[in-house]
């Protein structure tokens, strides 16, 4: 009898989605792509990769690069500590293993930024090393054809279902199994509405006798979502505006953004102007222009009700001076999405 393994590749030969990094054993760009569909769908993913695997053919351009210029290139795909760490890897691996990229699941997991699922993945397709690499996709694929009621958020859920797959990946070539797995999971055995008469491994499926696949995977409770209001300043001076890098330490670590004044509520114009930081940024000489209000946007845990207030002033303060920029200048800064599509709109 066939095992599962086998069947699998089997499906895989055929009905496996040509991307193009599996088209490639190069590490370099099988990690870039990896980092790239972390929180990441693959049609959202494919044009960032082509774009940074043109712009940097070979990891001592990237490691070579300004965090700026990695960070420009990434605008809009989010989750931006993934740029910074790929950046910062990348010059990892030039100055510990001189550009050569490392060979052993050990090595690959000290990169900044790769966790346990990222070192297996890139070992398995690069070098076709035995580590499963277990993601959101094969963890529903074998809660599902295991009907395991383990939370996969758990830290004993976690070691059964590494443990399963280690031992569905035996004797299966490591880097066809992996990928094989994540197809399937995200083809056939997808979140809502599975497509289980299509799955190749439907009568071993143990959910599917039980019919409990709706009830697979099992997660623990959720973090709540909290939500801030940002007022975003942008003042504009004989076509200058103010954009200010973020510090670390909260989202956007390393973008650019107006000056922004941050409150537990929303805020009207003449509350607004009563605060201290607007008095920093603006002065007492100015005229709103326009008050926009940004469609909610929502990150992994937090959602951000945000207003941009154009404001004229005949001259920046002292603080608004020097972080003013021409529209060239801040054409070429990475900003968050959310004013990436205010500026696209405003010009």
Known sequence: MNSSAEILSRW???????????????????????????????????????????????????????????????????????????????????GEWGGQFPHTLEEVRRLKGVGEYTAAA?????????????????????????????????????????????????GARPSIHNQAMMDLGAMICTPRSPRCEECPLQDRCMARAAGTTEERPVKNGRQKVRERWFNYLDLRSEDRSVLVRRGAGDIWQG?????????????????????????????????????TPLKPHRLSHQLLHAVV???????????????????????????????????NKKG
Not at 18 to 44: C, G, H, K, M
Not at 155 to 160: H, L, S
């Open 309 to 343: 207030w154009r404001l004229e002033v005949p001259r920046f303060t002292p603080r608004a001076e020097a972080c003013a920029l021409d529209s060239v200048e801040i054409g070429q800064r990475a900003v968050p999405r959310l004013l990436e599509l205010y500026l």
């Open 12 to 94: 895989y030969a055929f009905e496996g989605r040509d991307l193009p990094w599996r088209a490639t054993r190069d590490p370099y760009l099988i990690w870039l792509s990896e980092v790239i569909l972390q929180q990441t769908r693959v049609e959202q993913g494919m044009a960032y990769y082509m774009r940074f695997a043109e712009r940097f053919p070979r990891l001592e351009l990237l490691a070579e690069a300004s965090e700026d210029e990695v960070l420009k290139l990434w605008q809009g795909l989010g989750y931006y500590s993934r740029a910074r760490n790929l950046h910062a890897a990348a010059r990892q691996i030039v």
């Open 255 to 291: 973008l650019y953004e107006f000056p922004l004044v941050e409150r537990e509520k929303p805020l009207e114009l003449e509350e607004l102007a009563a605060c201290a930081e607007f008095h920093e940024w603006v002065g007492a000489d100015w005229t709103l222009q326009e008050k």
């Open 122 to 170: 890139i070992c398995s397709a690069a070098f076709d090393l035995p580590c499963a690499a277990v993601d959101g996709n094969v963890y529903r694929v074998l809660s599902r054809l295991y009907d395991v009621d383990e939370a996969i958020d758990s830290t004993a859920g976690k070691r059964t279902f590494h443990a399963l797959a280690e031992e569905m990946m035996q």
